[in-house]
């Protein structure tokens, strides 16, 4: 079955630590997405990448990096120059050949918490 | 102001009642509108797009009114399962923010039996 994996689907990290999110489709998506969702609140976006080794930043991204080295995955690093990291994050993906309509599926998510 | 505003709620009406959610949204170039729905602690999922003529899907029906920059998702008879938050959702259409979403807050609703 196509789709999106995320994991761990729960992480907890120290203070000061880097943490990786792994993100993986097999939908043959162009476009990739990471979210950030806070309780009662919108989903904000961290960063996306239209293609293969190109990302641009979100609304937020200040203390996380990403790569895309390969068109199935995007990973998420939150490193510690982030104040605020306890969260839930979310990826997504895209085809953007599909038209306006076209639906952005998303991934489980990964709910990180920082002790 | 943000892209797009929704009432949070909540909602909490009883099965069988019809309720309605209401959005706004800032920027007139935007072209793709949806309604995603998003259970307690999971990822969200596509509802229904809301196209200009307005469109319908069982007891779902979207509305656009793109004078106005208001879409609005109406629910009738309402059952258990439909308690959850609905996402009014924005897509962007333009150039290299091609396929990008803004997303409300959410408004939450509880059906209770």
């Known amino acids: 079955d196509g789709g999106i994996t995320q994991s761990p689907k729960y992480l907890f990290r120290k203070e000061g630590q880097n943490v990786t999110l792994s993100c993986e489709q097999n939908l043959n998506h162009d476009a990739m997405y990471w979210y950030r969702q806070d309780p009662g609140q919108g989903l904000r976006l961290i960063y996306y990448s239209q293609i293969v080794n190109d990302f641009q930043k979100g609304d937020i991204a200040e203390g996380y990096s990403v790569s895309r080295e390969k068109k199935e995955s995007f990973p998420l690093t939150v490193t510690s120059a982030q104040k605020n990291p306890t969260a839930f994050y979310l990826c997504a993906s895209f085809n953007r050949a599909g038209g306006n309509y076209n639906e952005q599926f998303f991934g489980p998510g990964t709910r990180l918490t920082v002790l | 102001r943000k892209e797009v505003e929704q009432d949070p709620g909540p909602f909490n009406v009883p099965e069988g009642a019809t309720v309605a959610f209401n959005c706004t949204y800032s920027?007139?170039?935007?072209?793709?509108f949806f309604w995603y729905r998003q259970d307690c602690r999971k990822e969200p999922k596509l509802l229904m797009s809301?196209?200009?003529s307005g469109n319908e899907d069982g007891r779902f029906t979207a509305q656009l009114n793109r004078a106005s920059q208001y879409i609005s998702l109406l629910i009738r008879d309402s059952k258990l399962s439909d308690s959850a938050t609905y996402l009014c959702v924005v897509k962007s259409d333009r150039g290299s923010t091609l396929g990008r979403l803004y997303f409300g807050r959410g408004t939450q609703l509880t059906v209770w039996p």
């Open positions: 809301v196209y200009s």
């Open positions: 920027n007139s170039a935007s072209q793709s």
